[in-house]
């Protein structure tokens, strides 16, 4: 396996005694040929010594936790109070990007050409990977390209200072205290450094964007060199770690993850909640798009643009791929930059282009006026999850619209309206 550039030589004991000087210390070097270390801007002084003192009482749970005193101590050397991750925490996208907008980004030209030439480079390696896992080596390289690009875009930033920071930030520290622990758990297990330990603001690394937490439970040394590398400019461990992922979430070996269909008029059993078996659709009147069989096995038909776009039957692939992002668009995205990858037909039906994307007050106020009705129940975020979808589905049935789950400002006036 490649190992790209030797690691830096700089110790914990060095930068904390820099630190001590006022020195801010952003290490450069690479995680077997990353790119350089995003430095990290200025802080207020108040804020950074209230850091400091929360640093100094973490310390307790995470050696209770079985982090050793000296891998606390190297790793939280290089912990610094960092704004810039506040400010990527708290920055929401104004818009919802449509569905079709963001399958045209993710099965582009571009993207599907550097599949294969990865699928080319790689053949060895996915092939057995796929024969290890079952999961297609397709989908693997989907998910590659939609977490990192192929690894161009692994991230800069060391992951314990953004960690530290998010846990140190209060709006959802719990859950960013338990993934500062988790990457303790690496650095102390050899599998790499504090220093090259870099990914993304909120603590995804590696080629294909593992939190900490899944990274010990799922990630695997496929190469057998003894750590399970996730850095290294050769994405072997990485890939190998997202099929034993998929794998152990469901993912059914020699099954599809679902396909186009055609809907008979009037058709109303639309959402993730209405399971049934591809004979049972197929006896209610549903078709593969462009014909043929339903695929095999039991599953549950999705608009992601509502009656005016795409129908989809998805299967218990389809939900693998849920637990790695969950998301239905980001689900398409892999399903159809793996069937792009191997040459297969992509998506025939058309997106509805013309409607008009719903502002996050718009998407807000949506979840609220669910809420106000009694069929939403979840965090009123602007997110249009299954949550929110299957809640437009009911109130849809309730007053007797096509239940498509679909949020537009159509919907957002028959809510008003009450």
Known sequence: MTRGAARLAMSAAVIAVLASCGVRVAPIGSGG??????PIPATDPGTEAGFR????????????????????DRAMAIARYNPEVIRLDRKQSEFSKPVWLYLDGAVSDVRVATGRQMLARHGGTLAAIEGTYGVPREIVLAVWGMESNFGSNRGKMQIIPSLATLAFDGRRSAMFQDQLIAAL????????????????????????????TSYLSYAVDFTGDGRRDIWSDDPTDSLASTAA?????????????????????????????????????????????????????????IRPAGANGP???????????????NSDNYALGVAYLGEAIAGRQGITGAWPRSDRPLSQAERMEIQRLLTARGFYRDEIDGKMGSGTMEAISAYQRAIGVAPDGYPTSILLGQLRRG
């Not at 049934?276 to 009147?285: D, F, H, I, K």
């Not at 129908?311 to 992002?325: G, K, M, P, Q, T």
């Open 53 to 72: 003192k929360w640093v100094n009482d973490f310390r307790p749970r995470a050696l209770s936790s079985g982090i050793t005193p000296a891998t606390y």
């Open 311 to 325: 129908a989809f039957l998805i299967l218990d692939n389809f939900r693998s791929i849920l637990r790695y992002n």
């Open 245 to 301: 992922y998929l794998a152990r979430n469901g993912w059914v070996r020699g099954q599809a993850w679902g396909t186009e269909v055609e809907l008979p008029q009037g058709f109303s059993a639309v959402g993730k909640g209405t399971r049934r078996s591809s004979a049972q659709w197929a006896a209610a009147g549903v078709q593969r798009k462009g014909g043929g069989s339903l695929p095999n096995g039991s599953g549950s038909i």
């Open 185 to 212: 758990k690496i650095i102390q297990a050899g599998d790499t450094d504090p220093q090259h330990m870099l990914g993304s603001w909120a603590g995804a690394m590696g080629h294909t964007q593992f939190m900490p």
């Open 33 to 38: 040929g990353a790119s350089a270390v995003a």
